[in-house]
Nanobody
Framework: QLQASGGGLVQAGGSLRRSCASS????????MGWLRQAPGKERDFVAA????????YFADSVKGRFTILRDNAKNTVYLQMNSLKPEDTAVYYC???????????????????????WGQGTLVTVSS
């Protein structure tokens, strides 16, 4: 079970920190990620972090602004969002997979299909 927190309303240029706590299973055996869905759009990949936190992946739209971290001792993954833009407004989901994504193996563009488990989404609104 994935329980996320930390959504809300922020002005453009501001920051938010999302956290997602996992219960059940061995947290360190899951690759963790964050996905988002803007109004009227499909769910998109935002960021992911490998099992020990050694590698991270970001959508081009958030590179340099967002950071993903994990604390396996606390069974928690974090998404630090800086320099937020109105186009970052979306429902954000924490997600997990026990699989090894192809994009980890061959460096292709990360996608959302591999994620097997989803937390409840929370809305992040960035005002201009």
């Amino acid at each position: 079970q994935l329980q996320a927190s930390g959504g809300g309303l922020v002005q453009a240029g501001g920051s938010l920190r999302r956290s997602c706590a996992s219960s059940g299973g061995t947290f360190s055996s899951y690759l963790m990620g964050w996905l988002r869905q803007a109004p009227g759009k499909e769910r998109d990949f935002v960021a992911a972090i490998t099992w020990s936190g050694g590698s991270t992946y970001f959508a081009d739209s958030v590179k340099g602004r967002f950071t993903i971290l994990r604390d396996n001792a606390k069974n928690t993954v974090y998404l630090q969002m800086n320099s937020l833009k109105p186009e970052d407004t979306a429902v954000y989901y924490c997600a997990a997979t026990g699989q090894v994504p192809q994009w980890v193996v061959d460096g292709t563009t990360p996608g959302v299909e591999v994620f097997e488990f989803w937390g409840q989404g929370t809305l992040v609104t960035v005002s201009s």
